[in-house]
């Protein structure tokens, strides 16, 4: 997985996809607090009742002073998150770190973020705060450049945290603002007689953002008046099921929910029955999501499309802010049609829809990885994480085991090849621990397992699932399994240093015709391995030959991540030749092959042969700037050149080569420059050539 950058920065700030309205005054108490040069408190807390724009002002203070932090403004979303324990984990994915470790995910960050500048933006933390911290008290300590800007509808309460209570925007001034332009889409155009009505709805709505544009919105049916006249009324609403619980609440909350269901009251009963299937998804969905898991009884899935249309006219649901074919629902809105879907007793059969979607698409994920599609399906994983993961849990929790097993043996392959390799561990141990009987879904969970031990260098946890997938493979009488599973032994043995060993298992491995799903993939990972162990033991023209044969296989099959591997491999020998020219060119096919996939990993391995391959072709200043860029990708990984004594043996002596060219001083500032880079300008810079 790949670190994004936002104009040149690190960092993965959304584009701002509305304008921003008012809260100067709040802007520049934040913007000195989070200013490093200024504010002297690292844990900044941004409080306020639901639908008061906290996460809109934190976004928008964090862009004020993203030049601050040169390692990155890095948002958190923790709304998504439904599990206990996960708040560490979603700031590890939130910074595209592979993590190949076991270690606890605070090290983890820590060890990545010691000595760098970087602001995190935890976002929408109340459900969570037991979680929150513990994971903030372990940080901020022991990283002096980290600052925490924390949104949440309550503090944390630790001890030095600085906090801003949020209040709803003055009436007479912003609030009427925000009213105005959100209802210009509407066509309506203040004038002097309208703005008392105005302030009177804004008042009425307490000045909260997210009420005030949920009412403003329906000017595309309703009157100035009209709005004004049922408002004005008091807000009365007949949901009294789904607001009695917030009695004892905030007022302004109990408001806020009011408004919402008022704009639920004036919806037509389809609308409302979608608002609350909806709920369902942790995070954003598609058209095609929406009819497979919403339709049913009296909402048919040919009226979805027409009906999410009015949902978004209505602002209950929202367009992505960067795919447009993706929509979702603001936490607050969505929390009001989960009480709805309960209310009806439907959110049992629903999110069963949800997981069985998310478990079709998972299956269809691996059953197509090894194909063209690959790329395709990578990029849907990323993309669907969140539900994936929420789908997954609803998979361990139902007393029938058949759906998590066959679920985790899906979801735990296609997030192992994505970098999601704690939540891969997490599934699949959870699934496996229920003891299930033998079958291929087991078979494809051990695998799966294993090959997770594997990337984070587990060896001998490795070894242990290696061991029961091989014998599961053999007692399923699966010839394909079976190559599959000589992947986990042999990989284990070759990560330990037992080449010859490994290779005897890898070069045994029978050549069958190479399937398109998930073990047709670990069929090509044979070859990959067994042409590493042969480069590990510098007998390059074997390591050659077998690349070559991955080459021409992952060609067939349209795949790219064995195929990358391969490049590499190819590129090590091209140099081993002395053809510089053949090693530089084919190190950026094996660059550019593991961009596609988010690959960081392959990647960093690809930047390793590259800067060794450019030294060669006498530019010692590239060749130390592309040893920077990589520097920073293994950082993500947590494990620089997969800690092996060979690979990190190579990449010293490339070092002390350059710099015995150039010299120490003018080494390190290449090599700093290359350091400096954010993953996407580094790898432009790596693939650009001279």
């Not at 809109?56 to 862009?63: P, V």
Request: proline content about 4%; overall charge negative; charged content about 25%.
């Amino acid at each position: 997985m790949s670190e994004k950058t936002t104009g040149g920065r690190s960092g993965n700030l959304p584009p701002e996809a509305r304008s921003f309205v008012g809260r100067l005054g709040e802007l520049d108490w934040l913007e000195q607090e989070l200013d490093p040069g200024v504010g002297i408190d690292r844990l900044v807390s941004l409080v306020g009742v639901g639908g008061v724009g906290k996460t809109r002002l934190a976004l928008r203070a964090a862009r004020r002073v993203q030049d601050a932090y040169p390692d990155g403004v890095w948002l958190v979303e923790l709304s998504p998150l439904h599990t206990a324990g996960l708040v560490g984990l979603a700031v590890v994915e939130a910074l595209r770190l592979t993590d190949q470790s076991t270690a606890p995910v605070t090290e983890v960050v820590a060890e990545w973020a010691k000595g760098k500048r970087l602001l995190l933006i935890l976002d929408s933390c109340e459900h969570v705060l037991a979680d929150c911290v513990p994971f903030v008290e372990a940080l901020l300590p022991v990283l002096p450049g980290l600052r925490i800007l924390l949104t949440s509808r309550q503090p944390l309460g630790l001890p030095g945290e600085r906090v801003l209570h949020l209040d709803p925007l003055p009436v007479a001034d912003d609030a009427v603002a925000l009213f105005t332009e959100r209802a210009a889409d509407t066509g309506f155009v203040l004038g002097d007689t309208d703005r008392a009505a105005v302030e009177d709805v804004c008042r009425s709505l307490d000045g909260i953002p997210l009420a005030i544009e949920l009412a403003a919105v329906r000017l595309c049916e309703l009157s100035l008046a009209q709005l004004h006249g049922r408002l004005g009324a008091g807000l009365t609403s007949r949901l009294d099921l789904l607001t009695a619980r917030d009695g004892e609440g905030p007022p302004r909350h109990r408001t806020l929910r009011t408004a919402i269901g008022w704009s639920h009251e004036l919806c037509a009963p389809l609308e409302r029955l979608l608002w609350a299937r909806l709920s369902v998804f942790a995070d954003g969905f598609c058209l095609r999501a929406a009819e497979d898991v919403c339709a049913g009884g009296p909402l048919p899935a040919g009226r979805i499309a027409g009906l999410l249309a009015r949902l978004v006219e209505q602002s209950i649901a929202r367009r992505h802010d960067t795919d447009p074919d993706r929509f979702r629902l603001l936490d607050t809105v969505r929390e009001f049609g989960a009480d709805w879907l309960r209310a009806l007793g439907e959110e049992h059969a629903v999110r069963l829809r949800h997981r069985d979607h998310y478990r079709r698409l998972a299956r269809d994920g691996c059953a197509e990885w090894n194909t063209g599609r690959q790329v395709a399906w990578c990029e849907r994983t990323l993309t669907e994480h969140a539900n994936l993961r929420a789908a997954m849990d609803c998979a361990l929790t139902e007393p029938e085991g058949r759906a998590a097993l066959e679920m985790a043996a899906d979801v735990g392959f296609l997030w192992r090849h994505c970098g999601y390799l704690r939540d891969a561990q997490h599934c699949l141990d959870l699934a496996l621990a229920a003891d299930p009987a033998p079958g291929p879904d087991r078979t494809r969970a051990l695998w799966a397992r294993g090959a997770v031990a594997l990337l984070q260098g587990d060896l001998e946890v490795a070894a242990d699932w290696a061991g029961r997938c091989v014998d599961a493979a053999e007692e399923q009488g699966d010839a394909v399994a079976v190559v599959a599973a000589a992947y986990l032994t042999g990989g284990q043995l070759s990560l330990s240093g037992k080449l010859s060993e490994a290779i005897e298992v890898l070069s045994a491995a029978p050549r069958l015709p190479i399937r398109q799903d998930g073990f047709g993939a670990a069929q090509l990972q044979v070859r990959v391995a067994l042409a590493f162990a042969h480069m590990l033991r510098g007998a390059y023209e074997r390591a050659r030959a077998v690349a070559e044969e991955v080459r021409a296989a992952s060609v067939a099959c349209g795949e790219g991540w064995a195929g990358a591997f391969a490049d590499g491999i190819v590129a090590q020998t091209d140099l081993a030749r002395g053809d510089v020219r053949a090693a530089v060119r084919t190190a950026r096919t094996a660059l550019a092959g593991h961009g596609l996939l988010h690959n960081t990993v392959g990647a960093a391995m690809a930047l390793d042969v590259l800067a060794a391959a450019v030294v060669a072709a006498g530019d010692g200043h590239r060749a130390a700037r592309l040893l920077g860029i990589g520097a920073r990708v293994w950082e993500l990984t947590g494990r620089a050149q997969m800690a092996s004594p060979d690979l990190l043996a190579t990449r010293l002596h490339h070092e002390l080569r350059i710099r015995e060219e150039l010299g120490d001083t003018a080494y390190e500032k290449a090599y700093q420059e290359g350091l400096a880079m954010p993953y996407g300008e580094g790898l432009d810079y790596a693939a650009a050539g001279r």
